[in-house]
């Protein structure tokens, strides 16, 4: 079996380069996009230490049923989060998150 | 040798995941980067089915290789989006942003190393881990392994259909024939027993979110 720590750094890697998406694009979808690839990122370090954690050959359940709560609450930020950018493309014309200045200027 | 086989193949599907990740942040075009995050996520389902965890794997790819991804191209075609003229906001934020990128995943490799016992395992490089055999003889890492018991702080342990099959009320003859690893009916039994209440409240969220989303979707009145 493929030891912890590479599921770990697997994981890690995956959830920085989300990290590094939210801050570089400017487009508010892609952002989107990089912040489902974090949630999904942390999903993947939950279900290997249910794997780690396991005793007698049978893993803990208890963080895949935490993952699966999560894939469930990332479906429903999903639903809010595009009709959020639904309603800003209405006000703005634009999606990029440079057109959101109102109370800068 | 199935051992081998699955922890190369673990590498293989890391990597693409990876790249496909790369590929997200990396395209201009919004369509092209919803379509790595679609191979980012069904590289990463594949990584479940290695770890066993197949009833999280399929989900993962119904829900964000499914559901999620439909919806987020729905809104790319709705709102006919062109590719970004400037990709990037500007050199230097990109930079801060790699630089952040890296520190974070230079400490997830340190924590990740360092937790007793993370590295004991197989794989292709004999430098990235320590093997199982070099567990002290008459440590209680090395009884626990002879045992088949994998307390934390020892190799990955692997899945014991015999021991599932137990726990899920087999008579013992039934249990030791069993070859398939009932996954789904024990993520089933933990999550309609012990979180029933979570799992019933996590239901309400979901009505809220298409709630809220109905609502946001309308058109606001001119008043």
Do not use: W
């Amino acid at each position: 079996m493929t030891p912890l720590a590479h599921y770990l750094i697997f994981s890690g890697i995956l959830f920085s380069i989300g990290l590094a998406g939210v801050i570089i694009r400017k487009n508010i979808i892609v952002v989107f996009m990089c912040l489902e690839m974090m949630l999904s990122a942390a999903n993947i370090s939950l279900v290997a230490f249910s794997r780690a954690q396991g005793v007698n050959g049978i893993p803990m359940y208890d963080a895949q049923v935490l993952a699966l709560f999560i894939v469930a609450i990332a479906a429903a930020e999903v639903a809010i989060g595009l009709a959020l950018i639904v309603a800003m493309f209405r006000a703005r014309k634009s999606v990029e998150s440079s057109a959101l200045n109102t109370l800068k200027d | 040798m199935e051992s081998a086989i699955s922890s190369i193949l673990f590498y293989v599907f890391a990597a693409a995941a990876v790249l496909c990740a790369f590929g997200v942040v990396a395209f201009r075009n919004p369509v092209s980067s919803a379509m790595n995050m679609a191979l980012c996520f069904g590289f990463t389902a594949a990584v479940y089915f290695g770890m066993g965890a197949q009833f999280l794997g399929i989900v993962q790819l119904i829900v964000y290789a499914g559901a999620i991804l439909v919806l987020f191209l729905f809104i790319i075609m709705m709102l006919d989006i062109k590719a970004e003229e400037h990709a990037r906001k500007s050199f230097p934020l990109a930079c801060i942003a790699v630089i952040i990128a890296g520190i974070f995943a230079g400490f997830v490799t340190k924590v990740a190393i360092s937790l007793p016992g993370a590295t004991v395992g197989e794989c292709p490089a004999i430098v990235l881990c320590e093997s199982i055999g070099e567990l002290a003889p008459g440590t209680i890492a090395q009884k626990a392994e002879t045992e088949g018991f994998a307390p934390y702080g020892s190799a990955m342990p692997e899945l014991s259909p015999a021991a599932a099959a137990k726990a899920l009320g087999a008579d013992e003859a039934t249990a030791a024939a069993a070859t398939a690893f009932p996954d789904t009916k024990l993520l089933g039994q933990s999550l309609f027993t012990k979180y029933n209440i979570p799992f019933v409240i996590l239901s309400f969220a979901l009505l809220a979110g298409t709630v809220g989303a109905v609502a946001l979707g309308r058109k606001l009145r001119k008043d």
